[in-house]
Structures are given as C-alpha cells and as structure tokens.
C-alpha cells in the first residue's frame, strides 16, 4: 500500500495468469473499495532495473515507483 491510500503491484505471469490477478484486483479482498484499476505492460528492461528485482517469489516492498 502506497501513503496516498493506492495500491501497487507489480506482477509476472502468463497472460492467464494476469487477466486473472486483474479480475481479482477489480473486486479486491472483502473489506476493501476498489474505485479502479490501472494496468500497464512493462518493457524486460525495465523490469530488470526494479530494485529488489522482479522474480517468481512473492515479496512486500517499498514501492517500485518514485
């Protein structure tokens, strides 16, 4: 969770797997109110300079965007 309330995420998969996680975020967990959901495909390289960098592990970091 970001200070401005949002939430981020940054996501590798399948394209199964996204359009998946992107419905997911749509409705979100039971207590929360999604107003709406942005998405945006990132190019390898920018990916590779994400800090820690993106894997197949899930972590909770500081946000990847400044």
Known sequence: ???DGTVEVVAV???RQLN????WAQRGPPA???AAV???S???EALAGLQPA???SFRQV???WD
Do not use: F, S
């Open 1 to 3: 969770n970001r200070g």
């Open 13 to 15: 998969g399948d394209e």
């Open 20 to 23: 998946a996680l992107e419905r």
């Open 32 to 34: 929360a109110k999604v």
């Open 38 to 40: 942005e998405t945006a």
């Open 42 to 44: 990132l190019p390898g």
């Open 54 to 56: 993106v894997d197949d």
């Open 62 to 64: 500081e946000t990847a």
